[in-house]
């Protein structure tokens, strides 16, 4: 059932390295789906052997890995918890996690696959088929659908690693991450169509030093959606589109609320989306904030809005007493943006009167429409703009 491994000391001028390393790290421990009774077949449910999997590595005093060989697996909603005695558990996957047809399955949980209280947990490679396109059908048709599940959701956890896995059609979002710290995401692919509803493809709220790198989302609503309390997030080399962007928000929908802290967004392409670097807020008291951001080397193609603010977010007009944001917007740098917008105006700096923007600068951008320069347009917005921007700064 379990293969046991260990460093092997073959090198004599390595070896007291060697056998020291062995004594800290003990060994790795590998425990394999398809021993704990996982049918890669993608028909019989391999869900209890998944769990099995989990509480032995979980169990154990070691490093662990398990590992999934290649097939289809067939999972229902899971939820792997901690407190787990071993210090590191690698999933290292080969097939994909297939979702039940039946979409009322997952739809009446919160989420597929949930990670809860865990460290040092990590995902290599893989896939995970959530099947979303039949509840997105269910809800297009307006008929009597659940919400849905997110695929994948990391809570309460620190020291995450997601590499390498592909996310395909996700009932609602696909990556969450919640109340974490220290999580590196790299290499990922999200897929889902430009016309799924709420398929965000990572959402960080709550969390500190969350990376997320080199990472093509393709999906119907934001490709990354930034909530309340997310602090030290770094965004680099992303592909978005279809999608609503990198998105900011909504914020400022409670009164009570974290601020956002400290984001990088760098080295990103924007392809045929709605919006392309955008900070939200709705127009309702709140004492949340969002402060030190910087959108650094972007490229937009066919982006409707690829530079936009907008605090006045209230959907029906419903719930915003007074109808301004009590969310601060302050120092926001955008950077080296370039490229072509959809719409005429491709900067829109929308701030709360209440709470005008401070510190947005705008350095070296240069946005076109239909070949000609487009236009900017600024409410409540202050600060400065510097070097070549085009449209012509309205700040
Ligand atoms: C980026 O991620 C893709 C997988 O999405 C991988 O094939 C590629 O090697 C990665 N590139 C770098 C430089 O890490
Ligand atoms: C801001 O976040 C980055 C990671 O994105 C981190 O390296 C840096 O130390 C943070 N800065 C502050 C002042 O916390």
Request: with cysteine; hydrophobic share 40%.
């Amino acid at each position: 059932m379990a293969m046991f491994t260990s460093f092997h000391c073959t090198s004599a001028v390595f070896i007291i390295l060697c056998v020291f390393l062995n004594s800290v790290y003990a060994a790795i421990i590998t425990y394999n789906v398809v021993s704990f009774g996982a049918n890669p077949n993608g028909v019989i449910d391999s869900t209890q052997a998944f769990v099995r999997a989990w509480s032995a590595a979980c169990a154990s005093t070691t490093e662990t890995v398990i590992q999934v060989p290649r097939g289809r697996y067939l999972l229902g909603s899971i939820a792997f918890k901690g407190d787990c005695k071993s210090p590191r558990i690698t999933y290292k996957i080969a097939g994909t996690l297939v979702a039940p047809a039946d979409y009322r399955i997952l739809g009446q949980f919160e989420n597929w696959l949930s990670f809860e209280g865990v460290s040092g947990v990590s995902i290599i490679g893989g896939a995970l088929d959530a099947k979303g396109p039949a509840l997105w059908a269910c809800k297009a048709a307006g008929k009597d659908c659940p919400n849905g599940a997110t695929a994948l959701s990391f809570t309460d956890s620190s020291n995450i690693r997601i590499e390498g896995l592909i996310s395909l059609n996700s009932q609602m979002f696909h990556i969450v991450i919640n109340r974490c710290q220290d999580v590196h995401i790299q290499g990922v692919k999200i897929i889902a169509d430009g016309n799924s509803p709420n398929t965000d493809g990572i959402h960080v709220q709550l969390s500190r030093n969350v990376a997320i790198i080199n990472t093509s989302i393709r999906t119907g609503d934001d490709c990354i959606s930034i909530g309340p309390g997310a602090k030290n997030l770094w965004i680099e080399r992303i592909t978005c589109g279809p999608g609503h962007g990198i998105s900011i928000g909504s914020l400022g929908k409670d009164l009570n609320e974290e601020g956002v802290q400290n984001v990088t967004v760098t080295k990103s392409v924007f392809s045929g989306t709605q919006n392309g670097l955008r900070i939200k807020s709705w127009a309702r008291p709140s004492k949340g904030f969002v402060q030190g951001v910087r959108f650094i080397d972007a490229i937009m193609q066919d982006v409707q809005n690829p530079i936009v603010i907008d605090q006045n977010y209230c959907p029906s007009n419903i719930n915003c007493p007074g109808q301004t944001s009590g969310v601060k917007v302050s120092d926001v740098l955008y950077k080296n943006i370039r490229g072509t917008s959809a719409t005429m105006v491709a900067i829109k700096l929308e701030c709360s009167a209440a709470n005008p923007c401070s510190g947005i600068r705008l350095e070296d951008v240069k946005l076109t429409y239909k070949k000609k320069p487009a236009q900017s347009s600024c409410i409540n917005a202050n600060g400065e703009a510097s070097g070549i921007v085009q449209p012509d700064s309205c700040l």
